[in-house]
């Protein structure tokens, strides 16, 4: 037996070599010692059985988030959030449609860099995924039963919401740096050339509903007027403090490139939220006027509603000392990563030859102790080497992004040397480095940023494709790489692609989420203001140009599927109910000459296509999820007269035609 | 032995991602229980199911109730066969068991029951799976009793 299983992995070994030797030298063979020799076996998820962990993956500019299985890399769904998703009508139906309203009205598309997890004590709890909408500023709220957006929450005063959405030690808040310093918006038509006299960096606090997950725009903090990065939530002695990454410190507002590249060092900005909570409690707040959408799902009605919201509390840090100090970081830092323990902060300057770790005891003391080094528009700056635990010397090139094992080391992505530099946290001193296959970006270790880290494995997300897959033209998949790191020396074991761009990804056990999915809607409970449970309630009313048709969906029919007296011009609501109550049997509905889309009806639910009688004549509908045997016979007609017609208002399934069909064949 | 399984199934790709398909190994063999295992339970089977005359008004109301939201788009109350049988004089064709079980354990009637493979046949779809329990099922026989006239 033994022997045999020697044998396998000795085969396996020798495939291994003839793979390498057909790749041409240079171009990325993933062999050598940076293989692991086990990968295909670490990887494989027999069919039948499932992945251990959910791996949820941002879109970056398809503005959706993936849900990856990890080890075997496989996409198991899209969550459409910020963008439009044909495919299943979100964004296209009704019931969707103000989930993307904003100030600006309808937002069919954003940018979604940075997947949150909910934690309770800095762990993973398994109930939420916050994304950030990065380009009208925007936050979601994705629920982990439904696997569902069910919330969104634009942030007015921003532009560019990057540093978004991390969340503190209990999920209290999940915040939202700008990335753009803008005028406030009541008050934004000012020369450009004005910008460090009229705007701010704002810096917005989202609660978080500990029951039901709501989100509400709790208050702004009124920052100098620099570009907000990354965040990350303190931990443990921390716990009360959030820390913000920022560059621009010079305040530039024209060819950043060059402009916002000329200081030495640039701040991590350590915000004090409790003290915030404490100013806002004494009535040290603002409420200013400022437009904003709130858009809440409900799996009830099955229907969103969108609230504009009007104002906004704003704190001025001027009118609350001891809130807010910039700590010196070196060279435009990017990643801002706090470690399980929350004893130490590290910055990732993109253009340092060094990754600063700062100590939370120290700035503690330092602050105490009045160590500052000036102060940047009334903040105080901590001194340098006041705050600092230490440095990594040499870590490699272009230092992005840090997760952590739990076991004492951290992992940076190093963007420009394309690696995975491992080093001890207290030491300082590198352990490990690994290439990546390319420009590494993000990298996430499952509860990598929690107080409890799940560890056994770092992914890289990359930002260059390259060979890596078949060639597919000049646009390619996106990449990322799966790492063992249960050994002192980290191993490649998989390239999966990914969906979209992906930025930042969190990973959680399968176990903490997988029993808690829900299957399906009780058709019970549908509280759908044009449900129809049953056949019994299926029918089509007319309220002036406005025809509703109450449909219900079942294997494999529709009720009504024959259609008369709609009208040119007239605009047709197709609410369709799926009367199914068994899990994995959506009904979908297409309808020819929709401007829309279709829409695909889960059991128990109820979505309504909204279509334009355009033409006079048969129009014919049909299912779009193959649902059974007689899919294909899931079918209907929509008659539309003229409008002048008195063609009657009627519908039926079924009662006419097979009558008439059993009389021929009788006869 | 698992393993061994594993090691084969991972080997051909890789082998054929360098040198092409002729040096594919034998296609390796599925575990069937694997493959097979379903963690879906659709409730338990009901082995007995005692009747009582006069019938129970209230039962039949609720079993008319669900029959109208779960059962109306494929049964008719008729003869007529729709996507299923109507249900007329169905409950002298069938034991109130058998008609249980076929709303509460479909996969169970589907794997074992010769009557109800049959009718899979003629009817094409499967006999789907409502979220009905076993107390509202019983609602079900009664209604259906109801409809075949009993009093």
């Known amino acids: 037996m033994k022997n045999k299983i020697f044998t396998s992995l000795t085969l396996l070994g020798t495939s291994m070599f003839l793979l390498n030797s057909c790749k041409p030298a240079g171009q990325g063979s993933g062999g050598g010692s940076t293989l692991a020799g086990d990968a295909a076996q670490k990887v494989y998820v027999a069919p039948g059985t499932h992945d251990e962990f959910y791996d949820f993956v941002s879109g970056g500019f398809n503005g959706q988030m993936s849900v990856v299985g990890l080890p075997s890399g496989r996409v198991l769904r899209i969550i459409p959030v910020f963008t439009q998703h044909a495919e299943s009508g979100w964004g296209y139906s009704e019931e969707t449609k103000p989930m993307l309203n904003t100030s600006h009205g309808f937002v069919p598309w954003d940018d979604a860099h940075h997947t949150t997890l909910s934690v309770t004590n800095g762990e993973h709890d398994g109930r939420w995924a916050f994304i950030n909408g990065n380009n009208t500023p925007r936050i979601a709220r994705i629920s982990l039963k439904s696997f569902r957006t069910e919330e969104i929450i634009e942030l007015p005063n921003s532009g560019g919401n990057h540093s978004s959405p991390f969340v503190t030690f209990n999920s209290e808040y999940a915040v939202a740096g700008t990335r753009f310093s803008v005028p406030p918006d009541n008050f934004g038509d000012v020369p450009i050339n004005t910008f460090k006299q009229n705007f701010k960096g704002y810096i917005s606090f989202v609660s978080i509903d500990k029951t039901t997950g709501n989100l509400a725009l709790k208050f702004q903090l009124t920052t100098p007027a620099i570009s907000y990065d990354l965040a990350r939530g303190g931990k443990g002695p921390s716990k009360d403090w959030i820390f913000f990454s920022s560059y621009n410190t010079e305040q530039a507002n024209t060819l950043l490139e060059v402009n916002a590249s000329q200081k030495d060092k640039d701040f991590i900005l350590a915000v004090n939220w409790k003290k915030a909570e404490e100013y806002l409690a004494k009535g040290k707040g603002k409420k200013v006027p400022a437009k904003y959408a709130h858009n809440v799902y409900s799996d009830v009605t099955h229907s969103a509603t969108s609230t504009i919201m009007t104002d906004v509390m704003t704190l001025d840090p001027k009118d609350c000392p001891d809130m807010l100090y910039f700590i010196p970081c070196p060279k435009s830092p990017h990643g801002c990563d706090v470690d399980p323990t929350g004893q130490y902060i590290i910055g990732s300057g993109k253009l340092a030859a060094v990754i600063p770790v700062f100590s939370f005891a120290k700035l503690q003391k330092a602050i105490a102790d009045k160590k500052f080094d000036g102060s940047f528009e009334g903040i105080p700056v901590m001194d340098y080497n006041a705050v600092l635990h230490g440095e990594v010397q040499k870590p490699g090139l272009g230092p992005l992004h840090t997760e952590f094992d739990g076991k004492g080391n951290a992992y940076t992505s190093m963007f420009v040397s394309s690696e995975i530099v491992k080093w001890n946290i207290e030491k300082l001193t590198v352990l490990d480095r690994v290439p990546t296959y390319y420009s590494v970006g993000h990298l996430s270790i499952p509860g990598g940023p929690t107080t409890k880290p799940w560890g056994k494995y770092v992914i890289a997300y990359n930002k260059i494709t390259k060979d890596r897959y078949l060639p597919t033209g000049p646009e390619l998949t996106q990449s990322a790489q799966l790492y063992d790191i249960t050994g002192e020396k980290m191993k490649l074991l998989l390239d999966f692609p990914t969906i979209g761009e992906p930025h930042y990804a969190e990973a959680i056990p399968a176990s903490m989420i997988k029993d808690k999915t829900i299957k399906l809607y009780k058709i019970e409970e549908n509280k759908h203001p044009y449900v129809a449970k049953g056949e019994k309630e299926t029918k089509v009313t007319r309220n002036g140009k406005d025809v509703h048709v109450y449909m219900t969906s079942s294997r494999s029919h529709f009720a009504p599927d024959n259609i008369e007296g709609v009208k040119l011009g007239d605009d047709v609501y197709f609410h369709v109910t799926n009367l199914e109550q068994d899990w994995d049997v959506p009904h979908g509905f297409a309808v020819r000459g929709a401007n829309n889309a279709e829409i695909l009806v889960m059991p128990g639910e109820t979505q309504t296509l909204k279509w334009k009688a355009d033409r006079i004549g048969i129009t014919p509908f049909y299912c779009t999820d193959f649902c059974s045997a007689l899919h294909q016979e899931m079918q209907g007609y929509i008659r539309v007269s003229a409008p002048n017609s008195n063609v009657p208002l009627t519908w039926h399934t079924g009662k006419t035609a097979m009558k008439e069909a059993d009389d021929k064949s009788q006869k | ?151």
């Not at chain 2, 006069?54 to 008719?76: F, N």
């Not at chain 2, 589907?110 to 493979?117: K, S, T």
């Not at chain 2, 019983?138 to 075949?148: A, F, G, P």
């Open chain 2, 1 to 151: 032995m698992k393993k061994i399984i594993l090691m084969l199934s991972v080997l051909p790709i890789i082998i054929w991602s360098c040198g092409g398909a002729e040096k594919r190994a034998e296609t390796p063999k599925t575990d069937e229980s694997v493959l097979l295992k379903q963690d879906e339970v659709h409730g338990q089977e009901v082995k007995e199911l005692a009747l009582s005359t006069p019938l129970d008004q209230t039962m039949v109301k609720a079993g008319q109730e669900i029959y109208d939201v779960k059962c109306a788009s494929c049964h008719r109350l008729t003869e007529e066969k729709l996507v299923g049988p109507g249900w007329k004089n169905v409950t002298t064709r069938r034991k109130p068991v058998w008609i249980v079980n076929m709303i509460t354990n479909v996969d169970m009637m589907l794997a074992d029951d010769a009557e109800a493979q049959k009718m899979l046949e003629e009817c094409l779809v499967r006999m789907p799976n409502q979220n009905i329990t076993s107390d509202e099922a019983r609602s079900v026989i009664e209604y259906m009793r109801h409809n075949d006239g009993e009093k």
